[in-house]
Nanobody, 118 residues
Framework: QVQLVESGGGLVQVGGSLTLSCAASGSTFNIFNWGWYRQAPGKQRELVATITSDGKTNYADSVNGRFAISRAIARNTVYLQMNTLKPDDTAVYYC????????????WGQGTQVTVSS
């Protein structure tokens, strides 16, 4: 079992920056691929960024060049640095961990709200 706790959300003005954190506990950090997803009101949850167990990253087109996903293995923490924020980035952001060997074993955090005001 893996527990994920997100933090770092909040209210920010257009063009501002935020860093989200996802602290993981309960299992070995390196056996998971990690991702950040978001869900805006009335919309489906969508992928924002992923980082694999060996450090490869991938981004949605809408955030590529503005967001950066990273991890601190020693701290069992995954980050999402968000820059040049836009109103369309307003959403609840969720951390996801997916077991490399058993992809059906995936875990979600409780979510953290990001609101970008214009």
């Amino acid at each position: 079992q893996v527990q994920l706790v997100e933090s770092g959300g909040g209210l920010v003005q257009v063009g501002g920056s935020l860093t989200l954190s996802c602290a993981a506990s309960g299992s070995t950090f390196n056996i998971f691929n990690w991702g950040w997803y978001r869900q805006a009101p009335g919309k489906q949850r969508e992928l924002v960024a992923t980082i694999t167990s060996d450090g490869k990253t991938n981004y949605a087109d809408s955030v590529n060049g503005r967001f950066a996903i990273s991890r601190a293995i020693a701290r069992n923490t995954v980050y999402l640095q968000m820059n040049t924020l836009k109103p369309d980035d307003t959403a609840v952001y969720y951390c996801n961990a997916r077991n490399i060997v058993q992809p059906s074993h995936e875990y979600w955090g409780q979510g953290t709200q990001v609101t970008v005001s214009s």
